[in-house]
């Protein structure tokens, strides 16, 4: 049974910094790309960033230079370090999971976490 946990969310001033942990167990962890999303209220889930099997990672231009992943295989973990946070940031923040390869379409991937809530006050 794939599982993604996701944890890290709060609420922090705007210009603050929070980090996202995702958790994955039920798969062979190195083999995937990990990708990030938002979803605030009233919106469609969008591409945060994402990162290979290979470490290779992808950001969207609205948060490229703030926002950086990484993965610790060794954990079975991904991390989302944001930085620079602005009120537009807030969402609930989830991860996923899909072979080999990231994707930025949220169709792409075959396995998500329950979702964090960020919050960034102006």
């Known amino acids: 049974q794939v599982q993604l946990v996701e944890s890290g969310g709060g609420l922090v001033q705007a210009g603050g910094s929070l980090r996202l942990s995702c958790a994955a167990s039920?798969?062979?962890?190195?083999?995937?790309?990990m990708g990030w999303f938002r979803q605030a209220p009233g919106e469609e889930r969008e591409f945060v960033g994402a990162?290979?099997?290979?470490?290779?990672?992808y950001y969207a231009d609205s948060v490229k230079g703030r926002f950086t992943i990484s993965r610790d295989n060794a954990k079975n973990t991904v991390y989302l370090q944001m930085n620079s946070l602005k009120p537009e940031d807030t969402a609930v923040y989830y991860c996923?999971?899909?072979?080999?390869?990231?994707?930025?379409?949220?169709?792409?991937?075959?396995?998500w976490g329950q979702g964090t809530q960020v919050t960034v006050s102006s």
């Open positions: 996923a999971a899909r072979p080999l390869t990231a994707g930025f379409n949220p169709l792409l991937y075959d396995y």
């Open positions: 039920g798969r062979t962890f190195s083999n995937d790309a």
């Open positions: 990162i290979n099997w290979s470490g290779s990672t």
